[in-house]
Nanobody, 128 residues
Framework: QVQLVESGGGLVQAGGSLRLSCAAS????????VGWFRQVPGKEREAVAC????????FLADSVKGRFTISRDNAKDTVYLQMNTLKPEDTAVYYC?????????????????????WGQGTPVTVSS
């Protein structure tokens, strides 16, 4: 059974840090571009970050540049989203997803419909 599982979410004060992890079962995450997205109730899901397989193949949304870092450990077949200097506006449910159409991230913001497999999300709450 194909499954993506996110972990690492929680409650943190503004200025704090969290590291989200994304692991897969039923397929190998390491062959594909992997994205992180977030969604607030009542709003559309938005792309946060993407990591590909080629060196330098990453994308970060302008709202998180300088604060978030995306990385992958292919030996563990896991993708991470390191979130520093968190702000209350970062509060959302965070989802990871695998893009089976690409090994690398495109130059543009990740497109949701290109991502085939999704996790169930991990909530992040940043208190002010």
């Amino acid at each position: 059974q194909v499954q993506l599982v996110e972990s690492g979410g929680g409650l943190v004060q503004a200025g704090g840090s969290l590291r989200l992890s994304c692991a897969a079962s039923g397929f190998f995450l390491q062959y594909y571009a992997v994205g992180w997205f977030r969604q607030v109730p009542g709003k559309e899901r938005e792309a946060v970050a993407c990591v590909g397989n080629s060196v330098g193949s990453t994308f970060l949304a302008d709202s998180v540049k300088g604060r978030f870092t995306i990385s992958r450990d292919n030996a563990k077949d896991t993708v991470y989203l390191q979130m520093n200097t968190l702000k209350p506006e970062d509060t959302a449910v965070y989802y990871c997803a695998a893009n089976l159409m690409r090994r690398d991230c495109g130059a543009h913001s990740p497109i949701l419909h290109e991502y085939s497999y999704w996790g169930q999300g991990t909530p992040v709450t940043v208190s002010s």
